[in-house]
Every structure is written in structure tokens, then in C-alpha cells.
């Protein structure tokens, strides 16, 4: 009997405890006398059972133990801990939700459903399974904010294991943690799971800075500690003698943000521990800011560095004072004053907040929590009418995670918008008439372009005009989701109306010269039918459909005209097939028997990620996902579609480069003769010398496909005095 086994019988013998679920245990009764732990246990019996029947499909017990653990933090409820301790019996198909309902109640069965990845769903990409799984988990988070803390604590536990998957593996849940969970956690003011979740991530994704941080880090604390004793016991000497009462600890630094001010603000890493961070927390607000006068009496504050998130909370919840001051000896000293309840809400967020027994919140704890959930019915409800999931991504990136202003009315209402948003951003918040009708802005009574980037304490009045219409470049300049959606809105519907009254005009022509006119067809009992056949639900789309270029004047009319009278009729098509083979090498989904061109911004070449996008009257633009067009908003999601390549036969295709040098005789021949020896085709070169002692060489080649381009590349790259070489993409 191997040790695995013999522990597993051990537990599930009456006498067998396992020290960490007594653990777990005691953890959430030192939070709840009333805690009632046989349930608890059960689960845990009930889990210990399902492995060692199933031991040939077995899981690791450290994982729903780890994962009941981290909540253990942030919660005391039976039902969520009962729930990490089996989802992951339900995510390898060892029970059903069905199953945990009839044991362990509905409650328990809904959170495990809710934290169940839809990993059995067969998705056409990576980006569009992470945005279907992130959708899933803003909706049940809606329901039951539980669901998001247990998503939470289940990836933190990935985090805390994940050297047992591929590197490839690694850095792809590192990226996903950073860029999506890491700052959902900070949405929620839960600090205790952000901050763990950063420094694993900077472990795995950038490696040497983490382990440089990890040596120098502790060094210069230990350097610094006697500074920082100096400054706890005046302030401690100071507070006593006022009758403030309240602790003064150091305050630790996270790798993360280190690595983070050094890399994005330009800070050097003794600056920034230059800067002594401390803590003080008290009893009462009124008290936060007798001790804040009671430092800025002692020292001098530095100016543009005091913060009031007391008065202003942060939309996370998060509550404190901040102040920096010139300390002992003329260092710089920062300080964060809270009372203990800030501090909780501070460390656990919304899980301090939230109590899932029946009974146990009033009318205005209920009230409360609404409100600091606002954010979350205003994603939901904006995220409806984003159906692509590379923007939808990018939305909620931008609308949940990224840092807030808070702005002013003229009446002194604050509005709450994400950093870098413009005072178009702020009249959208305030109405979408107002947004629609936007034609100037003042800030602080001094009128500015509509493009300037709010601040914090900023006052902003709106100037609106009746004839004003939103702009297709607004779109380049906004940052939040509503004004985005709105300012789209307003486009696809004028563009419909266009496109309808170019579409009624065309067929209306064409059916002129076969003797008939479009309020015939419309009225005929063949007109549903063509409909029906062409994939809509409505004439108006089909019209619309003739005026965006997706189908011909000459098709639609081709089903109202007697055989004998077709001039070479044109294929059937069908929109909601896929279509046929194309001669460009193209394959287009949802649309068949339509003109391709390729982008000229981008160049696509077999191999690229690439996009479709419907243009008027040109057939479909062929794009990489990553071109500058796509990624930066220029062009209309709506008319975006899925397309794949299809090449029978590859046709070579034009490509910029841009090679950088150091500027050496015989550099350019030397390149030109490694592309030649790689069979790739110079039709256009171009190259000038620098100031600086480099030169930039700009050549057009010829690609067959992506594995070509990537092996020039190469090629190119491995030439001595070669200091960079990479594609390009033109505006």
C-alpha cells in the first residue's frame, strides 16, 4: 500500500482526523462560535470517498484544501468552503451539481456550478473560451458575490503550484492571473488575494527582476529598520500625550509594486525605498484625522501627496488616509491612518461586507452593498451589447481594472471615470444625449479639446449643440465602455440608414431594367421567401444587406425573374453556410460568393491571425488581428467576421521590413544577399544613415507565408551589426 493510499484510509477511519481540515476548522470558528463543522466534515468524508474510489482518476487533496483555506480568509460561510472542497470532483466529471443538491443543499450546488470552468465547450479560439469563462463569472457574481471569491481563491491556489505545469503553461495562466484576477481582486478590495497574486505572477513572468527584488529587498530593510523604530516611537510618544489611541507598524512593500514604479514611473529602487511607508490604525474616523494633524504639526507634508479616501472612498471600498511628510533627517516618510473596520475592508474588500446566512444584514447593510455593486450591474448591462470577444476583453480590462478619477458637475455631483478618460467619457456618464450633443468642455471654468485627460478633483461642464453627432474619431479618444457603445450605437444605426437608402436605390434600379420596381417585390408572396433563403429575418436587412456590398443587387433580383430572363444568374447565397474555397486563399464564414481584398495596412500572408471586415461596395478587408487598425477601435465590431485561410495555391504577397544597424560598409549588401540565399524576393529597398552612428534599412520582399517571413527574419537578425529587424505595419 503506497503512502497516498494509507493516508486517504487513515482519514476515512472514525478515528482519523487530517490535521489540516482541523486546521481549516479552527481557523473558521476563532471568525464564528456558531460555526457548525459537521457538514463541513462530511464534505470533506464525502470527498475523501469519491478519490479513493475513483483513485486511478484522483486528485491532489492539496488543491481543495488550499482553495478552502484561502476563503477560510475572507469568509466563515459552510456553504462556499463546502464548495471548494468538491468543485473540483464536479470539474473531473467524478460527481454532478445534481448530486452535491441532494447532499449538501442547492446553495452549495449553485457556487460550484458558478466556479466550473466551460472547458467541455468547444471554442474557435483561446480568447473567446477566456471571454465565454469571464462572462460566466460576471453573471453568477451578480448573483452570489461568493462565486467571485471562490474563483479567486481557486486561481491563487494555480498560482501557489504552478511550477507543475509547462512553462508555456506557466506563463499563459501568469498572464491570464495578471491581467484579469489580480485586478478583479483589486475591483473588490480584496488586497490580502492582489497582492500574492502579483508577486507570483512577477515570478513567473519576469524571473530576474523577481530575483533581484527578493535579494535586495530584505537587505535594505534591515538597513532601514533602526530609521524606521526612530519614527514609530516619536509618533507613539506624540499620540500618547494627545490621548490618540491607535498602533503605528511598518507597512511591507509588495515585489510587484517595486517592480512596477521602477519600470513604468522611471523610479530607481533606492528612491523608492527612500520613501518609509507606515501604518497607524485607530478607532474612529474623527480620530484618523486628529493623528493626520497631529503629523503634519510634527513634520512638514510634502505638497500634491495627501489623499482622502475617507471622504472619498475608492469605488473598491478601500478607505484611509494618505500623507507624505519630510520626516527625521529629511526623509520622506508616508502614512496611511485607518480605523480597524477600514483596515478589515481594506484587506478581505467585499467578503467584509457580505453575510450569507439568512437574517443576518439589514435593509441598509443591503442598501450599502448595492450601492458599492453598482459597477457591476453598469458592466453587465454594457457588456450585452458586446458580442466580440477580443472586445469584449478589452472592455472589461479598461471598465473594471484600471485606476479611477473622480470628477465634479458644476453641481458638485462626482462621477467616477477610468483613468484617461476625456470630457467626452464625463457627458456620456451624465446622459447619452448629452454625450450625442457634445460639443465643447470646460474644466474649472477654462474651456479645453475635447480630447484632454480628466485628473481628480477636476470640475467639468458639458457644452451641447442640437446639431452635433458623434464622430467616428471620438472612438480613438474615449475610454470608457458606454461611451464607446453609445458612440457606436449612433454610427451602425446611421450607417444603417445609409446603407438602406443606398440599398432601396440599387435594387430599385436594377429592377427597373427587368420592368419591375422594388414596391412590387416587396409586396409579391416571393419576397419572405428570398428572405427567408438569404438568411434574414426582415426585407429592411436584406435592403441594408445590398447597400453594405455582403450581397448583390443582381442576386436578390435574380429570385423574382423568369428562368428565361436570368442572364447568367448568379450562385445561391446563403449567409449562414460557410463559403466556398477562394481563389485569394480565403475562406469566409457566414458569407459566400463575395469580393476579397487584402488590407494594405498589414499585408496579410498565410499563417497571420486575421480578421474580416465587411466594407461598403469593396467585398470583405482581410486584416491581422494584430494590425493597428483592429486593436486600436478604427473599425466597427459589427462588421467584423470570422475568415481562415484556404490556400490551394500560395501567391506571394508584399511585406515591409525594418532592419536596423550599426552603420557599417558592406551592411546592406550583406543583408540583401542573406534574404537572396533564403529564396525570397527584394522588390523595393530603401535605406538612410542616422546621426547616431546607426542606419535603418526599409526593404518590400515578397512572402509566400508566415513560416517564410519568420525564417527571413531570423536569418536577418543573425547578421553581426544587425541591432533589430521586424516587420511593419503601415497606418
Not at 451539481?97 to 446553495?107: D, S, T, V
Not at 450625442?436 to 449643440?465: H, Q, Y
Not at 445590398?546 to 435574380?558: D, E, F, M, R, W
Request: proline share 4%.
Amino acid at each position: 500500500m503506497n503512502a497516498k493510499k494509507k493516508t486517504i484510509e487513515e482519514n476515512l477511519s472514525p478515528a482519523g482526523r487530517d490535521p489540516r481540515l482541523e486546521q481549516l476548522l479552527g481557523k473558521m470558528s476563532r471568525k464564528n462560535a456558531q460555526l457548525r463543522k459537521t457538514n463541513i466534515r462530511e464534505a470533506y468524508q464525502f470527498l475523501l470517498k469519491t478519490i479513493t474510489a475513483e483513485k486511478d482518476r484522483g486528485i491532489d487533496l492539496d488543491v481543495p484544501l488550499g482553495t478552502a483555506e484561502i476563503l477560510a480568509d475572507l469568509t466563515t460561510d459552510e456553504e462556499a468552503i463546502i464548495a471548494a472542497l468538491l468543485y473540483t470532483l464536479v470539474k473531473n466529471e467524478q460527481t454532478t451539481p445534481a448530486e452535491l443538491k441532494e447532499r449538501f443543499g442547492p446553495g452549495v450546488a449553485t457556487l460550484v456550478q458558478g466556479v466550473t470552468r466551460t472547458s467541455r465547450v468547444k471554442f474557435k479560439s483561446r480568447l473567446e473560451e477566456q471571454a465565454e469563462n469571464f462572462r460566466k463569472m460576471l453573471l453568477a457574481m451578480a448573483q452570489d458575490l461568493r462565486v467571485v471569491m471562490l474563483n479567486l481563491a481557486q486561481r491563487l491556489q494555480i498560482m501557489r503550484n504552478i511550477e507543475k505545469f509547462d512553462e508555456g503553461t506557466q506563463q499563459e495562466i501568469a498572464t491570464e492571473t495578471i491581467e484579469i484576477y489580480a485586478p478583479l481582486a483589486h475591483r473588490l478590495g480584496i488586497a490580502l488575494i492582489k497582492w500574492e497574486l502579483e508577486d507570483l505572477c512577477l515570478k513567473i513572468l519576469h524571473p530576474a527582476a523577481y530575483h533581484e527584488l527578493e535579494e535586495r529587498v530584505p537587505q535594505n530593510r534591515k538597513e532601514r529598520s533602526a530609521y524606521i523604530r526612530k519614527v514609530i516611537h516619536l509618533l507613539r510618544k506624540e499620540m500618547k500625550a494627545q490621548g490618540l489611541p491607535g498602533t503605528v507598524v511598518g507597512r511591507p512593500k509588495h515585489f510587484y509594486s517595486i517592480y512596477q514604479k521602477i519600470v513604468k514611473r522611471g523610479v530607481s529602487f533606492e528612491d523608492i525605498f527612500d520613501l518609509t511607508a507606515l501604518r497607524i490604525i485607530t478607532h474612529k474616523p474623527s480620530q484618523c484625522y486628529a493623528i493626520l494633524g497631529l503629523i503634519h504639526s510634527l513634520w512638514k507634508p510634502v505638497p500634491g501627496r495627501f489623499k482622502d479616501y475617507i471622504g472619498v472612498p475608492k469605488t473598491n471600498m478601500y478607505q484611509s488616509l494618505h500623507t507624505t511628510v519630510i520626516g527625521p533627517e529629511g526623509q520622506k516618510v508616508e502614512f496611511q491612518i485607518r480605523t480597524e473596520e477600514m483596515h478589515r475592508v481594506a484587506e478581505e474588500g467585499i467578503a467584509a461586507h457580505w453575510k450569507y446566512k439568512e437574517g443576518t444584514r439589514s435593509k441598509a447593510a443591503v442598501s450599502s452593498l448595492d450601492r458599492k455593486l453598482a459597477w457591476l450591474r453598469q458592466l453587465l448591462e454594457w457588456q450585452k451589447e458586446v458580442k466580440n470577444p477580443r472586445e469584449f476583453m478589452e472592455n472589461v480590462k479598461t471598465d473594471l481594472f484600471e485606476d479611477t478619477v473622480y470628477i465634479f458637475t458644476p453641481n458638485g455631483e462626482i462621477k467616477e471615470l477610468p483613468r484617461g478618460s476625456t470630457p467626452i467619457d464625463f457627458a456620456y456618464s451624465i446622459h447619452s444625449d448629452v454625450g450625442n450633443r457634445c460639443t465643447g468642455a470646460k474644466i474649472d471654468t477654462r474651456m479645453v479639446p475635447l480630447k484632454t485627460p480628466l485628473k481628480t478633483g477636476d470640475t467639468v461642464e458639458i457644452l451641447t449643440s442640437k446639431n452635433q453627432v458623434p464622430s467616428k474619431d471620438w472612438l480613438k479618444i474615449v475610454k470608457t465602455t458606454k461611451a464607446k457603445n453609445r458612440i457606436r450605437h449612433f454610427l451602425k444605426r446611421e450607417e444603417h440608414k445609409r446603407s438602406l437608402s443606398l440599398g432601396n436605390e440599387i435594387l430599385d434600379k436594377t429592377a427597373r431594367k427587368h420592368g419591375l420596381t422594388l414596391a412590387r417585390m416587396l409586396k409579391s408572396d416571393e419576397m419572405p421567401k428570398v428572405v427567408e433563403e438569404f438568411g434574414f429575418s426582415q426585407p429592411e436587412k436584406m435592403i441594408a444587406a445590398v447597400g453594405y456590398g455582403k450581397i448583390s443587387a443582381q442576386q436578390v433580383l435574380a429570385r423574382f425573374l423568369p428562368k428565361e430572363e436570368e442572364s447568367k444568374p448568379e450562385p445561391a447565397v446563403k449567409t449562414r453556410k460557410p463559403g466556398k474555397r477562394s481563389k485569394d486563399g480565403i475562406k469566409i464564414r457566414g458569407i459566400g460568393d463575395i469580393l476579397v481584398h487584402f488590407s494594405r495596412c498589414c499585408n496579410p500572408v498565410p499563417g497571420d491571425d486575421i480578421i474580416g471586415f465587411i466594407t461598403q461596395g469593396r467585398g470583405v478587408s482581410i486584416h491581422t488581428t494584430d494590425c493597428a487598425n483592429v486593436t486600436g477601435g478604427t473599425l466597427n465590431p459589427e462588421r467584423i467576421i470570422d475568415v481562415n485561410w484556404d490556400v490551394q495555391e500560395e501567391i506571394s504577397r508584399s511585406v515591409r521590413i525594418l532592419v536596423t544597424t550599426n552603420n557599417q560598409p558592406g551592411i546592406l549588401t550583406n543583408i540583401s544577399a542573406r534574404i537572396s540565399a533564403e529564396n525570397i524576393n527584394i522588390s523595393e529597398v530603401n535605406a538612410r544613415t542616422r546621426k547616431d552612428g546607426r542606419a535603418t534599412c526599409h526593404f518590400v520582399l515578397e512572402i509566400r507565408n508566415k513560416r517564410d517571413l519568420d525564417r527571413v527574419l531570423h536569418a536577418i537578425s543573425e547578421i553581426r551589426d544587425v541591432l533589430e529587424v521586424k516587420r511593419v505595419m503601415r497606418a
